[in-house]
């Protein structure tokens, strides 16, 4: 009997023990959960804290949580607002300090600098938002110095080839364009020559004035092939042609450029100089990967750029990832006075000869090596006329043969100037005397057109996808009842037609194309699709579902001639297809793209005489061989 009642208080002792343990376990759980509660912003728990300094007490108003004090706990409920507990003076003030450090986070993480990379305003908010820096780049970094370092969506471009998935909303992106309409500015509308028809969209009107003077460049064009002579004024027209039919009117000019190879940069400098000069500022658009930072760099080494700034002035981030830029980069536009343009047209003069003879080499070390790509691209030197005069150790009397800047016409402020780039090495607009009076050239977001396909696309897809050197026609015979395959994403149907006729394609050397009958080219595309031999798309499963499937869209087209192109059929990003069939016959074709985004008819042809560029056909196969890149000079 002594020994049960021993095991009876043993177990009662062990109990208590047990429940008191629980209640001190949850007592300190429930004051974590409080000191926390109330360090982070953006409480979802507190959603009151107001402090009485004279009774040094602290209210904290919540729903549905238990907190405790040294004297006993309550319940915070919805209909009774919590009873008052006293913290020592010490505590109180120094939970103060931690409360007004967590209000003003938010506002210390914006900065008022921007990528000079993208053109986004730095922050330390949100990382999928443009413009991200962590907060620990910018804790030990004076402003100087920020304005040097680039945000983390360029750096991962720049270094690792790779690009964050930032979002940019269409509001985000119509504020930043806003201002165009509202400036006496002329507009540059950037066309990407491999795909014209989808680039030109109507979208560009909408940030343009009517009466806004534009100026057309055609971008790429060292990849465009030559289909004989006069092809360039050609495109130019063709160019023209397509601008007034998205309603750009108040045109001002065409121009061709490349702004990998430098070809007709100085071309298009010229014109702006003696045609615009500085009557406004100017603003670059077009839709994305069309090449506009690309541009912007090959610009910032040309006189159309102040030459004592250009070397300060961080380059735009080139990637082929589309929408690189998310903000407006800029810098201060050259004054063309008349003794700079005599300056500058003498060094053109002096380098014309140069480059004739330059072109004269390629044309011969393409014949000797039998036709290499690389020496058969369009280029063009870029270059300032006037960085030479600005040197360390220049002398009065170089103000006898050279005017400065308008901006910078002391011999002191020179000094100056060239101080500040030895310390600094980065331009800021207050380095100018008067920025207010400089005018600007702008690079600007580009514009997301729903109906190009790379936007779909991932970025190893897009890379086999777009063309890095001169692209060779390809020519095939196609018999009506057979279908052609370019890539994983574009498809031609030969409905009905009396003979065969020419497909020619133009789009990247690497990618593969595949002619097979109509009523097996559904069992080809499956089986194939994300494989090799279509090449393109290429990735897991969960990728691969994310592309939209085909939608057709039949075509009715008439013939001019075995030696000139009817119309091209263009498939959006990937390139297009020039047909080529019999004077007055009729055909019909249903082309294929994801979701039907796109597919267009283009009449005239881009390359009328195109399908003439062709070897001779390849026995027992619809292909043609490719002519060799020394016709393409």
């Known amino acids: 009997m002594l020994t049960a009642r021993r095991v009876l208080i043993f177990l009662n002792s062990r109990i208590t023990w047990n429940t008191n343990f629980i209640k001190h376990k949850s007592k300190i759980a429930r004051k974590k959960i409080v000191q926390q509660d109330v360090v982070k912003p953006n409480l979802s728990l507190i959603s009151e804290l107001y402090f009485n300094e004279n009774e040094q007490q602290m209210h904290i108003q919540s729903k549905d949580t238990t907190f405790e004090d040294r004297t006993g706990s309550y319940e915070a409920t919805d209909n009774k607002p919590p009873e008052t507990f006293v913290r020592h003076g010490r505590k109180v003030s120094r939970l103060r300090r931690k409360i007004n450090s967590v209000e003003k986070d ?90 014209p028809s989808n680039s030109l969209c109507r979208e560009l009107g909408n940030y343009l004035h009517p009466k806004q003077p534009v100026f057309i460049v055609g971008n790429k064009v060292d990849l465009i092939p030559k289909d004989g002579k006069g092809y360039l004024e050609r495109i130019k027209d063709n160019l023209e042609k397509q601008a007034m039919q998205v309603g750009l009117k108040n045109i001002k000019g065409i121009q061709l450029t490349s702004a990998k190879t430098g070809y007709g940069i100085e071309s298009m400098v010229t014109k702006l100089l003696k045609h615009w000069n500085r009557k406004g500022h100017i603003f670059l658009l077009g839709c994305t990967n069309a090449g506009k930072s690309s541009l912007f760099n090959a610009l910032l080494n040309s006189d159309l750029c102040m030459s004592h700034v250009s070397d300060m002035i961080q380059r735009a981030t080139i990637s082929i990832w589309p929408g690189t830029t998310l903000g407006l980069l800029k810098f201060p536009i050259l004054s063309a006075t008349p003794h700079r343009l005599y300056q500058r047209v003498l060094r053109l003069k002096q380098e014309h000869s140069a480059m004739q003879e330059e072109h004269e080499l390629r044309s ?135 003979a065969a006729i020419y497909f020619t394609v133009l789009a990247a050397n690497r990618l593969p194309v595949n002619v097979c009958k109509i009523s097996e080219v559904d069992q080809f595309y499956m089986e194939n699709f994300g494989q090799d031999k279509l090449a393109v798309p290429q990735g897991l499963d969960v990728y691969l579902n994310t592309i939209p499937s085909f939608v057709g869209k039949e075509v009715h087209l008439t013939g001019t001639g075995w030696e000139t192109c009817a119309a091209d059929v263009q498939l959006s990003s990937i390139g297009w297809v020039a047909i080529t069939a019999g004077t007055g016959m009729a055909i019909t074709l249903r082309c294929f793209t994801p979701d039907g985004a796109g597919c267009l008819i283009r009449d005239p042809p881009f390359l009328q005489y195109i399908v003439n560029v062709r070897g001779r056909r390849i026995r027992g196969t619809p292909a043609y061989h490719m002519k060799s890149a020394k016709f393409m000079m």
């Open 364 to 498: 011969l070390k393409l014949k000797e090596s039998g036709g290499k790509i690389h020496h058969a691209l369009l280029r063009g030197d870029v270059k300032s006329t006037f960085k030479q005069y600005i040197e360390k150790d220049f002398k009065p009397h170089d103000i006898a043969t050279f005017s400065f800047d308008s901006d910078l016409c002391d011999i002191a402020e020179q000094k100056q100037y060239i101080k500040k780039k030895e310390e600094k090495q980065v331009f800021e607009d207050s380095d100018l005397p008067a920025p207010e009076k400089t005018r600007w050239f702008y690079d600007t977001p580009g514009l997301i057109n729903s109906s190009q396909i790379m936007n779909h696309l991932s970025q190893d897809d897009l890379e086999r996808m777009t063309p890095n050197t001169l692209i060779i026609p390809r020519t095939y015979i196609i018999k009506p009842g057979y279908s052609i395959l370019l890539t994983g994403l574009s498809r031609i149907d030969y409905l009905q037609g009396e």
């Open 106 to 195: 938010d506002t210390e993480q914006l900065i008022n600098v921007i990528c000079k990379g993208c053109g986004s305003k730095f922050h330390s908010i949100d990382p999928n938002k443009p413009g991200y820096i962590p907060k620990d780049k910018t804790e030990d970094t004076t402003g100087e110095s920020l304005s040097s370092l680039l945000c983390q969506r360029c750096y991962y471009m720049q270094r690792y080839n790779t690009a964050l998935d930032i979002a940019m909303s269409q509001e985000e992106y119509k504020a930043v364009l806003s201002r165009i309409q509202q400036e006496k500015a002329l507009v540059i509308v950037l066309v990407d020559l491999l795909d």
